[in-house]
């Protein structure tokens, strides 16, 4: 059966530009906000009812995240767009599910679009984008709809755990990317295992009808996997070698402990991708050799009846002058030649390890 395929461009063709337009399918009942606004003394967990009761927290003097679920409700996006002074064409690019990972800088923030990757209850992967906005004492996060790797975060601006209380909102960014980076280990554990799984069945012979089509799946996964991560290396090589305002100096070393785990995470799809290739090579080899062994099996079997079917054509003709169509034991004896022939083939067979 074909999948469907859904062409999300078509529902900016013909648009201005600017335009915010949500080209996704997951239509969120209703905006979900919420927002931790903390100091080294304390933390404030708030449930926001609005778009509107986000306005008070951009000239602040505490660090506040604010986290948006729900990106097809585009006109709230705007309102909070236009307090916060964001670019029409960087709101464009949150609601735009397509778009790829990226660090764009503006004069009082800055923009980086990431994908989220998952493994929903099916074990099909998952990719959602997040976008952040990073300004001088806040950080805005928007995602298409609920669920999410940023639960550890939370955790530690609860109790204090850690340095991020203690630390500007640029820390704030690195906590929050550094989450989805760590969950891609994740990602990559499973996808292994599954890899390794299937290396396993092939070499036990326990192959599937439509295994093809499962290396297939597997190939269309990593290659989602690596168009996801590859281009966060250039995000995070442009934080740590730029000198935007935003970025403090002391924070520049924990953007590049995510950077090394980016090149692990990119060294494990390499390895993972090649495996994939040789998995179909593995399988077409396993099938021609299985091939190979029926083959040999009809051809012993042939080998064996052509003389038995020779001695059997001979004594078939309708001749009238055959000395042995006289013979008295003459059918026995033809029977004992031609099993005296067969026992020897199967012996030379098992000798030469044939059979």
């Not at 926001?48 to 003097?61: A, C, G, P, R």
Request: net charge neutral.
């Amino acid at each position: 059966m074909a999948r469907k395929r859904v062409y999300r461009s078509k529902k900016k063709l013909g648009q201005v530009p600017g335009s915010v337009i949500y080209t996704g399918e997951r239509s969120k009942p209703k905006l979900s906000l919420e927002a931790f606004d903390y100091t080294k003394q304390n933390c404030v967990e708030k449930e926001l009812q609005n778009i509107e009761e986000s306005f008070q927290f951009k000239h602040t003097d505490s660090i506040t995240w604010i986290n948006i679920n729900g990106l097809n409700y585009v006109t709230e996006i705007e309102k909070l767009g236009q307090h916060y002074n964001i670019h029409p064409l960087v709101l464009e690019d949150i609601v735009n599910i397509a778009q790829r990972p990226k660090i764009d800088e503006h004069e009082n923030y800055l923009f980086i679009v990431l994908k989220m990757l998952y493994y929903d209850k099916d074990q099909n992967i998952v990719s959602e984008q997040v976008s952040f906005i990073l300004g001088k004492n806040y950080v805005l996060s928007f995602q298409e709809s609920e669920g999410d790797v940023f639960d550890s975060v939370r955790d530690r601006l609860r109790h204090a755990k850690g340095r991020v209380r203690n630390m500007e909102a640029d820390y704030l960014l690195y906590t929050l990317i550094d989450a989805i980076v760590d969950h891609y280990f994740s990602v990559i554990e499973i996808l292994g295992d599954k890899i390794e799984d299937f290396e396993t069945k092939i070499f036990s012979g326990h192959i599937e009808d439509d295994a093809s089509r499962s290396i297939q799946d597997l190939k269309r996964e990593i290659l989602r996997v690596r168009r996801s991560i590859f281009p966060l290396r250039e995000i995070i090589g442009r934080i740590e070698k730029n000198d935007n305002k935003l970025i403090h100096q002391n924070t520049i070393t924990y953007y590049r402990d995510i950077y090394d785990h980016l090149i692990q995470v990119s060294e494990n799809i390499d390895i993972y991708r090649e495996m994939i290739w040789s998995l179909m090579d593995m399988y077409m080899t396993t099938i021609s050799n299985k091939m190979n062994e029926v083959m040999k099996v009809l051809t012993i079997m042939a080998t064996i009846f052509i003389p038995l079917t020779f001695i059997v054509g001979v004594y078939g003709m309708n001749f009238q002058h055959m000395p042995e169509l006289q013979y008295k034991n003459g059918y026995f004896i033809v029977w004992g030649v031609m099993v005296a022939i067969f026992i020897g083939l199967v012996y030379y067979f098992k000798r030469k390890k044939w059979l």
